[in-house]
């Protein structure tokens, strides 16, 4: 797992937000995120869901590294920004 391309993903979804502090990415995220990332690779190909996302990066950061993520979310504007931010990973 690179913490650069989290960095860089959180940069893009973000914007110059994510220069302050752990705006969208804060550092319990990004141990959480190399657990569960190694996880997934043993199981790769897969589906991942993510349900309540909320404005997350890592489905977009999933999706970038070649996995099958599902986002579910009550939250209508929250799914619109995971939307609009998949779109600009890509």
Known sequence: MSYEKLLILNWKA???KSLFYSYGL???RLKEYTLIINM???EKPCFVVDIGSG???FPSYLK???FNVI???VNKKAMRWQSFND???S
């Open 71 to 73: 986002v579910i979310d």
């Open 55 to 57: 404005y997350s990066i």
């Open 14 to 16: 973000n914007g110059i």
């Open 87 to 89: 779109n600009k990973s």
């Open 26 to 28: 804060s550092a319990w």
């Open 64 to 66: 970038a590294e070649g």
């Open 40 to 42: 997934l690779y043993s």
